[in-house]
């Protein structure tokens, strides 16, 4: 049987909060920005065919929502018939329900 293939594509928020994350890091290692930035496009790109290997985010308790971890990094993203949609990438550290609200 084929594994099917879903289309990853990241939300604007996301890719800004992966390049703040990014230029964190860079302030202390370039070298561990670079690593950051290669985990977390690896991680995205794997759930094409891997999409429910996340866990449900717990706070969300919805199916359709997951998350990965990536260093310290919770990458989310929706799962759709056929695509999946990178959320965010916020530090682990941070207040998920704030960051949901947009705050």
């Known amino acids: 049987m084929a594994t ?10 996301a ?3 992966l390049d703040e ?11 561990r920005a ?6 977390a496009l690896d991680a995205a790109e794997s759930l094409d065919t891997l999409s429910e290997r996340g866990r449900i985010v717990p706070e969300l308790d919805n199916p359709t ?12 993203y929706e799962v759709a018939a056929s695509q999946i949609t990178v ?12 960051w949901w609200r947009g705050e």
């Open 4 to 13: 099917q293939r879903r289309e990853v594509i990241w939300t604007r928020r």
């Open 15 to 17: 890719r800004d909060a």
């Open 21 to 31: 994350a990014a230029a964190y890091v860079a302030q202390d290692s370039p070298e």
């Open 34 to 39: 670079v690593d950051l930035i290669e985990r």
């Open 65 to 76: 929502v997951r998350e990965i971890l990536v260093q310290k990094y919770r990458l989310l």
């Open 87 to 98: 959320l965010g990438f916020l530090h682990g550290a941070r207040d998920f329900n704030r």
